[in-house]
């Protein structure tokens, strides 16, 4: 099973422990940088909070999917407020606009009665989720409808309901939902594709877990969970630790000023209220969590409720603290390719050496065996690049390149011998001026062979001068399989170009050596410094 990896976004920077409440609530370059962060460090998706006071969330979705290429939303919404047609409709416009399944849609039911009045909620705690359970349905069945369709509900009643804008992708636009009671339980279990639940101890979790698939499976659903947390991570466990005190020592000063103001009788901007603990809470969940912040601040030895203990019943709060080691290792793991929780995604759709195929592996709960570890160190301790490992990815990347002008080669030659033009009356390889070029390739593949497989040997018998000099011997042999082929293509004239033959495919493919590591402009800089003796000068220059 694949995992889903969840960030959030804001339009303003601001939080328990930094930011001001003060001037405009939207800062589209603050978002804009946000969103883009969260892509470039391979988040799945970002959830888009709502508030009674806040900003739209769908024009921020619309906003952080036009600013990024692949990264997807999940909007919070509360039902109640929106005919769920419209929003089925909304979602799968922002779907197709955007491109097809980068939408998704998070239901929160509410747990801040003075937040549900804001936008004229008066309905009570089991009466918002049996609403919840009938928006989500129809929800369901605008998105999915082939006909229209008539409804009469306890909250919601259409006549000839239809959507005729759908999904852009083949999967439907998946629900979210969360919700800790008994009422949200049955909701969540019959009609969600994702149960979103707080960071709570892992006993706790596995008790929630199974009471919600149980529920799932008397209506014949699986359901699959989200867990959230704020992740507090440092290099060392003292300086996560550190980290966390200094997040809670901001947070407690913050919510000091906050209750001061509210007792001298200044108004709190409505998210900073909700972000201190001034609520009327109704919320389950959250009152569970401020149980457990009571009993202690650190529960299963990370689970840390610093923050939960200072805001009072709210939303995410506890955070885990720490990385998985107290100093952590890096090393080599070799991991087999049938291996339980693989999965390869066809990403490779390059111009040349399509064959070759590196696609994205997806490790998930991946079990590696110790004898597959090695090199397990310390980060300050561990060695640079592994010199062997370094020579046999340059020498094997050349020998492949040169695997492919030979084959260039291979096809010429029968070309030539082959091929007899009418006014010529003989093939052209009794030509000198083919036999020369031909001659040609052959010298410079040869030696470039010759030199790969010489450093082979050398290297494999613990010559380091020879592991040192992989890189140039990729820069010589690529430089003449490339050589080799564009002479081929040169020769041939058209013929080299047209997808009847394969010279033109093994053009594509040996030009895909100047791109793969080492590259050229590095290896001759490496050597200069070397052979100049000046490298730490050079170094100096450059930066």
Known sequence: MSIEIIGMVGTKEVSESRGSFDGPPIDAGYLTRFAQAHEAAGFDRVLIGYGATGPDGFAVAAHVLYATSALKVLIAHRPGFVAPTLVARKLATLDQLTGGGRVAIHHITGGDELDQKRDGDFEDHDRRYARTAEFMSLLRRELTAAEPFDHDGEFYRVRGAYSSVRPAADAPIPLYFGGASP???????????????????????????????????????????????????????????????????????????????????????????????????????????????????????????????????????????????????????????????????????????????????????????????????????????????????????????????????DWLIGFLTERTPTALGRPLATLPRFQSAV????????????????????????????????????????????????????????????????????YRDVLCARVHTPQDDSVVAAAGQSALAVAGLAETKST
Not at 461 to 490: C, F, N
């Open 183 to 409: 009422a949200a339980v049955q909701v969540g279990a019959q009609h969600a594709d994702v149960y979103m639940l707080w960071g709570e101890p892992v006993a706790q979790i596995g008790q929630r877990i199974a009471q919600i698939r149980s529920a799932a499976a008397r209506h014949g659903r699986t359901v699959r969970f989200s867990l959230s947390v704020r992740p507090i991570v440092a290099r060392t466990e003292e300086a996560a630790w550190r980290r966390a005190e200094e997040i809670r020592s901001a947070t407690a000063r913050r919510v000091g000023d906050a209750t001061t103001a509210q007792v001298q009788g200044v108004q709190v901007p409505a998210r900073g209220a909700r972000l201190f603990g001034f609520r009327e809470s109704s919320s389950v969940g959250s009152e569970r969590l401020q149980r457990q912040a009571a009993d202690r601040d650190v529960h299963d030895e990370r689970l840390w409720y610093g923050v939960t203990k200072l805001t009072g019943p709210g939303g995410n709060s506890t955070a885990l603290v720490r990385t998985e080691e107290p100093v952590p290792r890096v090393g080599t793991f070799l991991v087999r390719s049938d291996a339980p929780g693989i999965t390869i995604e066809p990403t490779w759709d390059h111009l040349g050496l399509r064959a070759s195929r590196s696609d994205d592996v997806i490790f998930a709960d991946t079990p590696v065996p110790a004898g597959a570890v090695t090199g397990l160190t310390e980060p300050a301790a561990a060695a640079g690049p592994d010199a062997l490992l370094m020579a046999w990815n340059g020498l094997g990347l050349t020998a492949l390149y040169l695997g492919v002008a030979s084959a260039a080669r």
């Open 439 to 506: 001659g040609e390739i052959e010298a410079s593949l040869t030696a470039a062979s010759d030199l790969v497989n010489g450093l082979a040997t050398r290297a494999d018998a613990g010559d380091p001068v020879a592991a040192s000099h992989a890189g140039m011997a990729k820069l010589i042999g690529t430089r003449a399989a490339i050589g080799a082929v564009e002479q081929a293509v040169a020769l041939v004239g058209n013929n080299g170009l047209t997808r009847k033959y394969p010279l033109e495919r093994h």
